[in-house]
């Protein structure tokens, strides 16, 4: 199952690109054995001043067609990692070929799209910087790669 990463807003060079990169790596090792990956990032930017309804049209054209779609939000549920590990291997074994995560920018997502989506999952009731919920995802989808596969890094 292909993942695809679609967020508004560009990634310049620095630590939370530099651990994105490092965590999509490992989770493309790790996933492939087990049937999820690769996993890429599609990066949109509204800069025409469309708000988050600009944002959110954007955000769909960069998920791929068909693909599953979970919308990064407070107002998601929340998983522990074995649980997300869980989800992903059941949309895997469903069928799914593509999944694709929308994380919004600094406002959020426009409703719109999050009434739309298949899921919405939640990193907790903060709100956290849209850079940094990248860099959590990225984490969290190789730790449930590891899961998945019983490998160690997982300790809980």
Not at 76 to 84: D, V
């Amino acid at each position: 199952m292909r993942v695809t990463l679609c967020a508004v807003g560009r990634l310049r060079a620095g630590p939370e690109k530099t651990l994105i990169d490092d965590y999509l790596q490992r989770f493309d090792r790790t996933g492939r054995p087990l049937g999820l990956g690769p996993a890429t990032v599609a990066e949109v930017d509204d800069r025409k001043g469309g708000g988050m309804a600009g944002e959110a049209a954007l955000l769909r054209r960069a998920a791929p067609s068909g693909a599953l779609v979970c919308v990064l939000d407070e107002r998601g549920k929340t998983l522990s990692s074995p649980k997300f590990a869980g989800t992903l291997a059941d949309w895997r074994d469903t069928g799914r070929q593509d999944v694709a995560f929308l994380i919004g920018g600094a406002d959020g997502l426009d409703p719109s799209l999050r009434d739309a989506a298949d899921f919405a999952l939640s990193f907790g009731a903060m709100v956290w910087p849209h850079m940094l919920v990248r860099v959590m995802l990225t984490e969290q989808l190789y730790r449930a790669a590891t899961i998945l596969g019983g490998g160690p890094y997982h300790r809980a």
